[in-house]
């Protein structure tokens, strides 16, 4: 399994703190932002990750991380000129991926469980993690039945069929670089991971496990202030970087 965080974006709604740096590289308590999802990728035995990045800001990541040695670690780079949606990583880390599962998780979201059994237990397929949240209409939603299957995927609904928002992490195997480069553009322009999760789902290889611990996509003054509550008083013995 290899691993890509997708850290890329402009990030306007943490303006003006993001005028001159990455989002993912402001301070959560004690570290940047990036090392949190780096943690849940070396917890779970992931040691090759493709960190991509705006080319504004790829300096800034290469002094930070570096080869990652230090870290235990091999970090590969690449550049997302464009912020053209999550599907989009897949295509960028193709070389990368090199018929490997791949495991991507966003460069904002910060996790507490360890996922590590469902990282190494993986085979084929795709696998989503979800969260109950309150606000579902502002996340990718799965309605999944009782027995925990998956029976549908819609981004952003009006009107949303469960409260299970699809987190930042999300694991798939290498078909996924074919799937990516098939699927249109949705009306605001991007490549929606909603619909290469759609294309597992139809096939009936869209695997699902929820998230028991907290998450937070740090997307947002309010979240990122929770996230340094929550960074300094819960994930402190959590973190290996």
Same mark, same amino acid.
């Given at each position: 399994?290899?691993?890509?965080?997708?850290?890329?974006?402009?990030?306007?709604?943490?303006?003006?703190?993001?005028?001159?740096?990455?989002?993912?590289?402001?301070?959560?308590?004690? *570290?940047?932002?990036?090392?949190?999802?780096?943690?849940?990728?070396?917890?779970?035995?992931?040691?090759?990750?493709?960190?991509?990045?705006?080319?504004?800001?790829?300096?800034?990541?290469?002094?930070?991380?570096?080869?990652?040695?230090?870290?235990?670690?091999?970090?590969?780079?690449?550049?997302?000129?464009?912020? *053209?949606?999550?599907?989009?990583?897949?295509?960028?880390?193709?070389?990368?991926?090199?018929?490997?599962?791949?495991?991507?998780?966003?460069?904002?979201?910060?996790?507490?469980?360890?996922?590590? %059994?469902?990282?190494?237990?993986?085979?084929?397929?795709?696998?989503?993690?979800?969260?109950?949240?309150?606000?579902?209409? *502002?996340?990718?939603?799965?309605?999944?039945? %009782?027995?925990?299957?998956?029976?549908?995927?819609?981004?952003?609904?009006?009107?949303?069929?469960?409260?299970?928002?699809?987190?930042?992490?999300?694991?798939?195997?290498? *078909?996924?670089?074919?799937?990516?480069?098939?699927?249109?553009?949705?009306?605001?322009?991007?490549?929606?991971?909603?619909?290469?999760?759609?294309?597992?789902?139809?096939?009936?290889?869209?695997?699902?496990?929820?998230? %028991?611990?907290?998450?937070?996509?740090?997307?947002?003054?309010?979240?990122?202030?929770?996230?340094?509550?929550? %960074?300094?008083?819960?994930?402190?013995?959590?973190?290996?970087?």
């Amino acid at each position: 399994m290899r691993g890509i965080v997708l850290s890329g974006g402009s990030a306007t709604r943490l303006r003006p703190c993001t005028k001159v740096t990455s989002k993912q590289l402001l301070p959560v308590y004690n *570290r940047p932002m990036i090392y949190y999802p780096l943690n849940t990728l070396v917890k779970a035995g992931i040691r090759e990750i493709l960190i991509i990045v705006a080319p504004e800001q790829a300096g800034h990541y290469l002094n930070l991380l570096g080869s990652g040695r230090e870290l235990g670690v091999k970090f590969t780079y690449e550049i997302q000129d464009q912020p *053209r949606g999550l599907a989009e990583a897949f295509i960028i880390g193709e070389n990368f991926i090199d018929r490997e599962n791949i495991c991507l998780i966003l460069g904002d979201n910060i996790f507490e469980d360890d996922f590590s %059994a469902q990282i190494t237990e993986f085979k084929s397929g795709g696998h989503i993690f979800v969260k109950a949240v309150p606000d579902p209409e *502002r996340f990718g939603v799965a309605a999944v039945d %009782a027995a925990g299957k998956v029976l549908s995927i819609e981004e952003k609904p009006s009107a949303p069929k469960s409260n299970l928002a699809v987190t930042g992490l999300y694991i798939f195997d290498s *078909r996924v670089v074919e799937v990516a480069k098939q699927i249109q553009p949705s009306p605001r322009g991007e490549l929606e991971i909603t619909d290469l999760q759609r294309w597992y789902l139809e096939k009936g290889e869209l695997h699902c496990s929820q998230v %028991a611990g907290e998450w937070i996509d740090a997307g947002t003054f309010d979240s990122l202030l929770k996230a340094q509550i929550f %960074a300094k008083e819960k994930m402190q013995d959590k973190m290996i970087l």
